[in-house]
């Protein structure tokens, strides 16, 4: 090899060990050619960077910035004692309180190379969730910063015990007593993940067992706070990121840089479980390359625990498939919760039939892990870096008028690249749970220009149709309920009505024209959708509908007629729906008979549901719900990455729970709401920034509390104070957002009921007062089935609970 | 002391005496060495032995803070990690030589106490190693000596080369993954 050669070879190895995995081998086919052995030569290279790991990182003299320096040393309000041990990112100190030597804690000091700032700022945010985490199985993190020199600490429960699989094997557990030691960690797993903590880095060195016998679980929530990117999406993983995974337990999600959710550590739980029943591990990565990672874990079967194993008999037929369930390639198809997974064993344990089986039509999980090669976040950052460069340009040319022809091929040119945007980008992007906050900087760059075309488009229809077109689209992604949204409410329906102001402008030139009138009929329905004041909107929708049927008068009647006339007979109903539940019904079914999408005729059976049941008529309710359930079922079933149509399913168990709690059938009430629990934790998870899923969640959550209150009141008053929690977390991140406040007066008012049926009257006024007051802040007023009456009339029956 | 001594030679240094460095390597050779040996002789338990505490102690012993600049400063410790390089890998020959049943004297160094974690490669084959890279890219060699050897991060890498941290980064990266596979470690690494 001469100097030059070695260059060239540089030059191509660091550009490929910068990109993610999954990028390289197409980079290298662009870049090499034909050059075959500079492409072997490179891909050696990259093979031993992959490899390489610690090599070099320690200086020949002993280790980098000492962390032995911290002994003695006051990190907090804490006193470093000693060492306990050190992983690839932290090295973790045993502790005291500085003014209380009683009290041990372990401290975990990051390594440096991570951006104090933001991480400090991270856990400012996450500090209040992370400190509620209260459970016996979860080890707490109490505090955290930086020390003197910069590095990021944490202050956790100092925890003495085994890791688990150490634990099992030193006690010579048999399978049964190995499976109960399991449940309760999947009790805390599941108190976790209903507090929005996913764990993402389960393993057994994070479980320990004391000499009590009781699994501790640590770390929670602390993954997530030094991983690159807070939500959870990256754009595929780099080599470095790679390494800090636990391979042996890492989810094909995670080792593609997917999004993580609940469902991630249901993976992690499959992992150890395999681990604690065969002694073996379910992946054997025989290198830690990331080409190798991706093919054990993404595409490789692990082997049944029955053939791994010693105790192969015990394992055969429903152990094995309980844990290849929870090690399913794709998240889906794995359990959808913790308790669920918990059940299925305890099933096991008590000879009934479990619900994992075999699968009968295998997935490909090649396909699996092909697919979602869509746009990624980062792409649509560069696309707008250069959008901007190219709208500059365009106006700048625009404005000076020098020539003519090539401003008008430029203006022609944005034209289209905001079309592209708007009706190709967006839509490829919009169902991917995590998208939000891209397609939020898609459109406010789209609308800023879309105002600057809008004064320039006087008298061309064409454009002012694609403008009004526009703003809808904008509209909808920031505020139309049943979008992934960011709460902005009011930017939409400024948004709606300058696209209302075009449509009639439009209609205004052609008053003939059947889809000007149907365009301007849409505009006014989703105007009618989103606007707050109910006479305003009622207003609204009525005219919507008139306006569809004068162009449905004349025939042909076709199908987007029929659509929209369906459409708009929904939205009247919609607008009747407090004030006149039987005309409100008499329109949906009108709607339903013109339906033909799935979808929409699912929400309508919904919506009629949601009515009959308000007359109390659940019976009757309980059949809508079925059948629209089941189509929700199968429209979620065909593509289960479609995030949008999941948590409609969601809507529909949710539903149905009430229905069902109205019948006093309170365990499958409860069962549904789990269902619809679960979905929405998991894409809450995903993308913290979607406030809907995050309400929604909410509002599940208080109903399973009130579910429980006749039966539980243990269970129910934490179900209960949970929802409150997620409800107060929720404003804070969204403190504009209508349906969030909405949601955290139904959870107070759900405790004050709960606390008021079972006569604990202080407790009742205390949560019903909490409540009265967000009324005042945000200026509403009680829509509330409970008044203010049943609440001073509460009577309290054993007094007791009250004077604590 | 050497203290003035030194310090003249590195200005002289910087300012392109050639002749100043080969006065100064072997002045700042026997402080790194006689900071170490002691370090590892315990006479001072309270440190631990490190590249970078070693390499600040020797400059500020023998060099006067208050006639040199901040590029002085990067220039030296660029010397030290050379010599560090070439005390570690003399130590590691004489460790081998006596393995084999020579006679060679016992230096201080020996004294493994405070030495650092084990390595699963061969500080002599590195050196092997770097001396076949600085013939294919000597910025690369030199790279690795200042951060492996000297203890350096990428910024007073780059101060100390005079080139950007981008590129330390770049030289860094490539080198190391080339010096793993050198060194036929590739393979045998757990995952």
């Not at chain 1, 640590?218 to 990256?234: E, I, N, Q, W, Y």
């Not at chain 1, 929209?564 to 709607?591: C, N």
């Not at chain 1, 009959?612 to 990455?641: F, M």
């Not at chain 1, 209150?709 to 977390?729: I, K, M, P, S």
Request: glycine share 6%.
């Amino acid at each position: 090899m001469n100097t030059q050669r070695w260059q060239q070879i540089k030059e191509v190895l660091y550009a490929a060990v910068e990109l993610a995995p999954d990028q390289r081998e197409n980079y290298l086919d662009q870049v090499c050619g034909g050059d075959l052995p500079l492409r072997r030569e490179v891909e050696a290279l990259i093979e031993a960077n992959d490899q390489a790991g610690e090599f070099l990182e320690t200086p020949a003299l002993g280790a980098k910035p000492a962390p032995e320096d911290l002994a003695g040393s006051l990190v907090g309000h804490y006193r470093i004692v000693g060492e306990i041990g050190r992983g690839g990112m932290a090295v973790v100190y045993r502790a005291v309180r500085e003014d209380d030597f009683r009290q041990e804690v372990a401290v975990k000091v990051v390594k440096r190379g991570m951006d104090t700032d933001e991480l400090l700022e991270r856990f400012r945010h996450e500090r209040q969730i992370l400190a509620l985490l209260s459970h016996n199985n979860i080890a707490r993190v109490l505090d955290g910063g930086a020390t003197a020199d910069g590095r990021p600490y944490f202050v956790m429960e100092l925890v003495h015990g085994l890791p688990i699989t150490d634990y099992c094997d030193r006690n010579n557990l048999g399978i049964h007593e190995r499976l109960l030691l399991f449940l309760k960690v999947c009790g805390a797993v599941e108190y976790a993940h209903r507090n929005l903590v996913v764990h993402r880095d389960l393993k057994p060195a994070n479980i320990l067992i004391g000499a009590d016998g009781e699994p501790k679980l640590l770390d929670f929530g602390v993954a997530k706070l030094l991983s690159p990117d807070a939500t959870g999406a990256t754009a595929g993983l780099t080599g470095a990121q790679v390494r800090l995974l636990t391979p042996e337990y890492a989810s094909p999600e995670q080792v593609r840089g997917e999004r993580i959710t609940t469902a991630t550590d249901l993976y992690a739980l499959g992992a150890v479980l395999y681990e604690l029943l065969t002694g073996a591990k379910a992946h054997r990565l025989t290198s830690s390359g990331a080409v190798e990672l991706e093919r054990v874990i993404c595409l490789t079967d692990p082997t049944k625990p029955s053939e791994t194993g010693e105790k192969r008999s015990e394992l055969r037929g429903d152990l094995d498939n309980i844990v290849l369930k929870a090690l399913e390639k794709q998240p889906e198809r794995r359990y959808w919760h913790a308790e669920q997974l918990a059940e299925d064993i305890q099933r096991y344990l008590d000879g009934r039939p479990v619900l994992a089986r075999p699968d009968t039509i295998r997935y490909r999980t090649v396909k699996f892990c092909r697919r979602n090669k869509v746009l990624t976040i980062s792409a649509v950052v560069v696309l707008l870096t250069l959008i901007g460069g190219i709208i500059a340009t365009a106006w700048q040319a625009r404005i000076a008028q020098r020539e003519r022809a090539v401003a008008e091929r430029r203006f022609d040119e944005v034209r289209k690249l905001g079309w592209t945007l708007l009706f190709e980008v967006d839509p490829e992007i919009a169902p991917l749970a995590g998208a939000t906050k891209a397609r939020e900087k898609l459109l406010s760059a789209s609308i800023a220009y879309l105002d600057a075309l809008a004064r320039d488009a006087k008298g061309d229809p064409a454009l002012l149709r694609e403008l009004a077109e526009a703003y809808e689209k904008a509209a909808q992604v920031r505020g139309t309920p049943g979008f992934a949204n960011l709460g902005r409410e009011e930017v939409a329906v400024q948004n709606l009505r300058k696209a209302m102001a075009l449509r009639e402008q439009l209609l205004a030139t052609d008053p003939s024209s059947i889809d000007f009138r149907l365009e301007l009929a849409r505009a006014t329905r989703l105007l009618a959708q989103l606007i707050q004041d109910p006479a305003e909107a009622r207003g609204l929708a009525q005219r919507a509908l008139e306006m569809v049927q004068l162009a449905a008068r004349r025939p042909p009647v076709d199908d987007k007629i029929r659509a929209e006339l369906a459409s708009a007979h929904y939205q009247v109903g919609q607008q009747l729906v407090a004030t006149d539940p039987g005309p409100a019904i008499q329109e949906f079914r009108q709607a339903l008979a013109l339906y033909k999408d799935p979808s929409n005729v699912s929400l309508v059976h919904k919506k009629i549901g949601a009515l009959l049941l308000l007359q109390r008529d659940a019976e009757h309710a309980l059949v809508e719900y079925n059948a629209a359930i089941a189509l929700d079922e199968d429209v979620a079933r065909r593509d289960p990455s479609d995030a949008r149509s999941r948590l409609n399913l969601s809507y529909g168990y949710s539903d149905r729970g009430s229905v069902l709690v109205q019948l006093q059938r309170l365990p499958e009430a409860i069962e549904s709401y789990r269902k619809a629990e679960a979905i929405r934790l998991a894409q809450a998870t995903a993308d913290p920034s979607d406030s809907r899923s995050r309400s929604s969640l909410v509002s599940v959550t208080w109903r399973i509390g009130m579910a429980l209150a006749q039966t539980d009141r243990r269970a129910a008053t934490e179900t209960l104070e949970r929802a409150v929690r997620l409800g107060e977390f929720l404003n804070r991140d969204f403190p504009a957002n209508s349906i969030a406040h909405r949601e955290l007066l139904d959870a107070y008012g759900a405790l004050a009921n709960a606390y008021r049926i079972w006569g604990s009257c202080v407790e009742a006024q205390r949560w019903w007062e909490l409540r009265r007051r967000k009324l005042e802040e945000w200026k509403l007023v009680n829509s509330e089935a409970v008044s203010d009456h049943a609440i001073a009339a509460c009577e309290s029956r054993s007094g007791k609970s009250d004077r604590n | 002391m050497a203290g003035a001594d030194v310090t003249t030679l590195l200005i002289d240094w910087s300012q392109g005496d050639r002749s100043a460095l080969d006065r100064l390597m072997p002045l700042v050779y026997d402080e790194l060495h006689h900071l170490a040996s002691r370090y590892m002789s315990h006479e001072d338990p309270g440190h631990t032995l490190q590249s970078t505490a070693l390499v600040h102690e020797a400059y500020l012993k023998l060099i006067d803070q208050q006639r040199v600049q901040w590029r002085n400063r990067a220039q030296f410790f660029g010397v030290a990690a050379q010599m560090i390089r070439r005390i570690l890998v003399d130590h590691a020959r004489t460790a081998k030589a006596q393995k084999r049943g020579g006679d060679a004297r016992k230096l201080s160094l020996d004294e493994t106490a405070g030495l650092p974690a084990p390595r699963d490669f061969d500080l002599i084959a590195l050196d092997d190693a770097l001396a076949t890279l600085a013939k294919l890219d000597p910025q690369q060699s030199r790279v690795i000596e200042l951060r492996f050897f000297g203890g350096l991060t990428i910024e007073e890498t780059a101060e100390a080369l005079n080139i950007s941290p981008a590129t330390v980064k770049r030289d860094w990266v490539t080198a190391k993954a080339w010096l793993f596979r050198e060194l036929n470690l590739a393979d045998s690494a757990a995952p």
